[in-house]
C-alpha cells in the first residue's frame, strides 16, 4: 500500500513537515521525481533541517529511504547533504538508497541552465529557473544522451558518453570554459563513493509492495508545475502529478491508495509565470515577512498570494485527492479580512477549468470571496475544535469549495504544530 505526498499550487507548500510526520507509519519514503531544485524545511525543536534531494523521511530511523529513477542527482549536492545528516547526528546507512537509473545532473548542466536562462532574458522570457541544471539534465535524458547513476560503474563508457555530452553543449552554446578532464576524475572517485547507495529500486519498491510494507511517495514542486498540466512554459521539467509517481518509481496505480494535496493557506510561487490572484505592495511584503517565504533552495522571495481555488479544484481533480494538508494558516492570523479566489471570468462568463492558454488566462478576472479574519495567535492550539470559528469556517469554506476534505491544519513551523480534523 502507498500513500502520495503532493503539492497542489505552484510549490511544494510545506509538504515536507507532513511527510516527516506521516513517515513514522510508513516503512520505506520514496521520492519519484526533480532534483534538488526542490528545497523543503522541517522544523523540529525548533532547529531547521533543510533538504533538497534526500527525502524528509530521513528523520524517521525505522524507514529506509530511496531516491527514485525519475530523479535527476547532482552528486556534489548529495553528498553534501549526507555529511549534513552526519554533523546533526541523523543515522543514514543501510537506510538511503539511490536508484540505479537515475539520471545524473552534472555542473554541465547548471552552466547551461544559466546559459539558457540569460539566452531567454534578453527577450524577457526568463523562466526563473533555480539554475540547478534540472530542465538540462532532464532535457538530457529525453534526447537519449543523458548519463545514469548505473553508467558509472562501466567508466569507460561513461567517459566516451560524457565527452559527447560536452561536445553536443559547446556546440549549442559555443566554446565556453569547462575542465572536462577534472570533471571525469571527479566522477570516478564520486563513483566508488556512491556505491553502497546505489539499488535496483524498482525492484527493492515492488518486494516491499509484495512483503506488506507500507510506502510513503514524496513529490516535488507541484501539480500546477507539472510538465504537462502546468502554466507551461513556467513549469518544472518532469511530471510532479500523481502520475509521476508510476513512472518515477516503476510503481504500478493501483498500489497507490491515498493522494494527499498540500496546500498553503494562500499562494506563493518562485520565479516568473501567471499568478491570478498575486498581490502587489505592502499587503503581499506583510504576508511575505509574516510566512518567512523565501526560497529554501534559492532564498529568492517567493511571490505572494490570495488562496486559488480554481487552481485547487483543477489539481484535485488531476490527482483526485483523499485528503488536503491546510498548511501556514497561522500566517493569516493577522488580518482583518482574508480573500479566497473562486473563479475566473473571461470574456463576463465562468471559466469551467484552468486555462490552458497563458493568453486566455492573463485576461481573466478573479471572482473573489471575502472572509472574516481571526485576529488572534493559532501557534499553541493543538485541536480542531480549539480553534476560533473564523479559522473554522475559513477552513470548512475552503473544503466546500474544492469538494475534498482538509484532514490536517499547520499552526506553526514546528513539527508538533500540526492539527488533525
Known sequence: MASIIIGSQWGDEGKGKLVDILSQEY???ARCQGGANAGHTIVVGGKKIALHLIPSGILNERATCVL????VIHLP???????????KGIKYENRLFISDRAHLVFDLHQMVDAMKETELSGSNDSIGTTKKGIGPCYSSKASRGGLRVCD?????????????????????F????????AELKRYQEYAELIRPFVIDSVNYLNEAFQQGKKVLIEGAQSTMLDLDFGTYPYVTSSASSVGGACTGLGVAPNKIKTQIGVVKAYTTRVGAGPFPTELFGQEGEDLRKEGGEYGTTTGRPRRIGWLDVVVLRYTSMINDFTYLNLTKLDVLSKLDEIKIGVNYKYNNEIVKSFPSSLEILAQCEVVYETLPGWKCDLSKITSYEALPDAAKNYITRIESLV???????????????????
Request: proline letters at 2%; hydrophobic letters at 40%; aromatic letters at 16%.
Open 77 to 87: 549536492t548529495f553528498f553534501k547533504e549526507v555529511q549534513g545528516l552526519k554533523e
Open 152 to 172: 558509472l560503474f562501466f567508466f569507460e563508457q561513461f567517459k566516451k558518453a560524457f565527452i559527447r555530452l560536452v561536445e553536443n553543449k559547446h556546440k549549442r
Open 27 to 29: 516503512d520505506v519514503v
Open 403 to 421: 469538494g475534498v476534505p482538509i484532514k490536517w491544519i499547520g499552526v506553526g513551523q514546528d513539527r508538533a504544530s500540526m492539527i488533525t480534523k
Open 174 to 181: 559555443g566554446n565556453f570554459e569547462y575542465d572536462v578532464e
Open 68 to 71: 527514485g529513477n525519475g530523479m
